[in-house]
């Protein structure tokens, strides 16, 4: 093939999964918004089943899912069939998947939800087919007929693994909306790697106790300098008697004021007032671009009554890796 050809064929397949995914958005209506209430008032777990590339779609359906605020887990048909079955219960909703309706695999499972009175829904490209009729719910995904495999031989799942891969997304932020689904709760379960260093929390990595540089207002600078070099963090916070932040000393108010006496003089003469401050769980990202709009390299971290819990510097963002 040459060049043009495969960019051709490339755009080929994408033109008609497109045309799969507007007829998908086209259909989402009162079945969505049925199946979408019984996974939210589900007490146990969503429990997702499918065979071939089915299974590999309801395995990443079960993770988004479960990453977003409803706990759920693929089970594969055939191991239901040898006792996987046990995995459900009747506080579960069953979600099938299979774009004929027909996988022979898939019977022994929807058999057991019959049985025992397990809800479940059928994500499907076929409304007549059996699985379709065993279901309470039925979402159907485009036909083959109206929205075509993008397989030039029209027999490798492409724009049906697609459009169901779209309709779990849909269900699991409609799902993730309905909860009021958090950036801290997302964080909660996706504590590793880039995804995990992104939503840390400034309490995750500001310094703490004993590491904050802290002097009341009338400390002599003699004092307060010594207190500053040993927490090496480039500032002094300044707290009164009832242990609210009024000031900040920085490396900048020490050149501003750099004068012959400056040792003998109280900290609240040097201290800029009123600092800029934030809360514990501000996200590191955000604070990154606080300190840098403000021009500052450190800032202190404080409760809702203006007391410090912590100095976030940007070396602990650094070596974090927010930034």
């Known amino acids: 093939m040459t060049p043009e050809q495969i960019i051709s064929a490339a755009k080929q397949v994408l033109e008609i999964e497109t045309?799969?995914?507007?007829?998908?958005?086209?259909?989402?209506?009162?079945?969505?918004?049925?199946?979408?209430?019984?996974?939210?008032?589900?007490?146990?777990?969503?429990?997702?089943?499918?065979?071939?590339?089915?299974g590999h779609v309801g395995q990443k359906m079960a993770a988004t899912l479960a990453s977003t605020g409803t706990p759920s887990?693929?089970?594969?048909?055939?191991?239901?069939?040898?006792?996987?079955?046990?995995?459900?219960?009747?506080?579960?909703t069953l979600i099938t998947i299979?774009?004929?309706?027909?996988?022979?695999?898939?019977?022994?499972?929807?058999?057991?939800?019959?049985?025992?009175?397990?809800?479940?829904?059928a994500i499907t490209g076929c409304p007549t087919s059996s699985m379709a009729?065993?279901?309470?719910?039925?979402?159907?995904?485009?036909?083959?007929?109206?929205?075509?495999?993008?397989?030039?031989?029209?027999m490798a799942p492409t724009t049906s693994t697609t459009t169901t891969i779209a309709l779990g997304d849909a269900l699991a932020v409609a799902l993730l909306?309905?909860?009021?689904?958090?950036?801290?709760?997302?964080?909660?379960r996706h504590p590793?790697?880039?995804?995990g260093n992104v939503l840390l929390k400034v309490s995750d990595?500001?310094?703490?106790?004993?590491?904050?540089p802290i002097v009341s207002p009338t400390m002599m600078m003699a004092d307060a300098l010594v207190i500053m070099t040993e927490k090496s963090l480039g500032c002094l916070g300044i707290v009164n008697e009832n242990g609210v932040l009024i000031g900040v000393i920085t490396d900048g108010d020490l050149r501003r004021h750099m004068t012959a006496d400056i040792i003998v003089r109280q900290a609240q003469d040097i201290m800029t007032k009123n600092p800029k401050t934030i809360p514990p769980n501000m996200l590191g990202t955000e604070a990154v671009g606080?300190?840098?709009?403000?021009?500052?390299t450190n800032v202190f971290v404080v409760d809702a009554d203006g007391k410090p819990l912590g100095l976030l510097h940007l070396h602990h963002l650094l070596q974090a890796g927010v930034v």
């Open 290 to 296: 606080l300190m840098n709009s403000a021009k500052i």
């Open 73 to 92: 887990f693929f089970v594969h048909p055939s191991e239901a069939s040898h006792g996987d079955l046990g995995m459900l219960t009747k506080s579960d």
């Open 177 to 188: 909306e309905m909860r009021g689904f958090t950036r801290e709760q997302f964080h909660d």
């Open 98 to 121: 299979s774009n004929s309706g027909e996988s022979r695999e898939m019977g022994d499972i929807i058999s057991f939800s019959r049985r025992f009175g397990i809800p479940m829904i």
């Open 133 to 154: 009729q065993a279901a309470d719910i039925v979402l159907l995904i485009p036909n083959k007929k109206d929205a075509p495999e993008a397989c030039p031989l029209g």
């Open 19 to 54: 045309k799969g995914m507007n007829l998908l958005k086209d259909s989402i209506g009162d079945s969505f918004v049925q199946a979408v209430n019984l996974m939210f008032n589900t007490k146990g777990r969503v429990i997702i089943s499918g065979m071939g590339k089915s």
């Open 205 to 212: 990595v500001m310094a703490k106790g004993d590491e904050m």
């Open 192 to 195: 590793g790697g880039k995804l």
